[in-house]
């Protein structure tokens, strides 16, 4: 299955970074506007709306218009790993509904001395239909949704030095 990953050093403690990262407003804010994301829904593990922070069981329901072209694409993500331990943390969401045929996003944080590293790990399949996924097609398509990630996860690393630091 292919993989997209981008580390990016955040000179702010781990605790700010990962409460950020951990509410739906910091998915709002470091979404680039390119992508028009809109966040219909989020709904805790108890089945309470709008909680705090995304727990394990957390279920958030988007939708995104990238560059204003197409019809809206809807994304459901329930959060299925939350763990926080001495020096690190992460989350991993993954998609229930959406757009890819499966996408799974790990969100790891790491202690760096007074500073942070924030490392996103997304393994994906494309929408590929009845196609093997490890064909001929697939391979040619993965270098240009790399390049799609690519933009999104720089600016989203951006953003998060430029809000946090």
């Known amino acids: 299955m292919p993989t997209y990953e981008r580390r990016t050093r955040v000179r702010a403690p781990l605790e700010d970074v990962w409460s950020f990262h951990s509410q739906v407003s910091g998915l709002e804010t470091l979404t680039p506007d390119w992508m028009r ?3 219909e829904s989020v709904v805790g593990p108890d089945g ?4 705090d922070v995304l727990e394990v069981g957390s279920e958030v329901t988007l939708s995104v218009r990238p560059c204003g072209a197409g019809p809206r694409q809807r994304w459901t993500s329930v959060i299925t790993e939350r763990e926080r331990g001495d020096g690190a943390a992460y989350f991993r969401d ?25 490392r996103d790990h997304v393994e994906y399949a494309l929408p590929l239909g009845p196609l093997d ?3 001929p097609l697939a391979a040619a398509a993965t270098p240009f949704s790399s390049l799609g990630f690519e933009a999104m996860f720089r600016d989203r690393h951006r953003r998060t030095r430029e809000l946090l630091e």
């Open 133 to 135: 996924s490890s064909g």
């Open 48 to 51: 309470d709306p709008d909680p």
């Open 37 to 39: 994301l809109r966040v």
């Open 94 to 118: 993954e998609m229930v509904d959406g757009p890819f045929d499966e996408w799974t996003h790990t969100h790891a944080f790491y202690a760096d001395g007074e500073a942070t590293i924030v």
